[in-house]
């Protein structure tokens, strides 16, 4: 593999995997905070069903996504040719779009997770005190909770960047035309039995993992000696 190769293959796993977690870590923080404050069934309900993505499969995901967006395609496409005369194809399937929202269907629950443990931290007196300041709920959010959530924050967009670099199965069905990355990279050189070649996509990922391990691992150092 050259090296201008892997450095393409290295700009679009990091770029696909930051786009997500930066994605994700939002979506987690405006439903955690959600569920914060209010008690309804269907905010929760949202939440636990959210969670429920990353006990699917990757592949199971990748199925059940492309069939609604090609559904939709067809239809958005069917329309533009009524209305306009146009034949734009295919608009979101085999698109970053796609792709990104197969991820978020199925690691939105980390982010989740991470992210109600940091607000139930975060004791509801400073709720009261920032509403008697006359601080909004979003003004809130974004001036009390968000600073206080950093760490958990942090610790979800990282956990999400690393699982998106591995993630194989839905990359492997719902990437664009000539869109690799490191994972895919990967399981190609090693089906050709060019190990060796592999090494190289595969140690990048490893190394890529043991980032959110450390920096996890410290803060639970730090937190347990304070």
Known sequence: MSLARFGVLLANSFTI???TAFIAVAAALVMAYATRLTRSPLVRGANRLAGLGYAVP????????LVPLGRL?????????????????????????????????????????????????????????????????AAALGRVHVPLLTPSLATAALLVFVDVLKELPATFALRPFNFDTLAVEAY????????????????????????PVIYVSRRYFQATRS
């Open 58 to 65: 990757g592949a199971v995901i990748a199925v059940g996504v």
């Open 73 to 137: 395609d067809n239809a958005l496409a069917a329309w533009l040719e009524r209305a306009f005369g146009m034949q734009p194809g295919l608009l979101l399937t085999g698109t970053i779009a796609a792709l990104v929202y197969a991820y978020l269907v199925r690691l939105v629950a980390i982010a989740l997770q991470t992210t109600h443990a940091g607000l139930a931290k975060i004791t509801p007196s400073m709720d009261d005190a920032a509403r008697s300041l006359g601080a909004s709920p």
């Open 188 to 211: 190609n050189l090693a089906k050709d039995e060019r190990l060796a070649e592999a090494a190289a996509p595969s140690l990048a990922i490893v190394a890529a993992g043991l980032l």
């Open 17 to 19: 995997a930051a786009l």
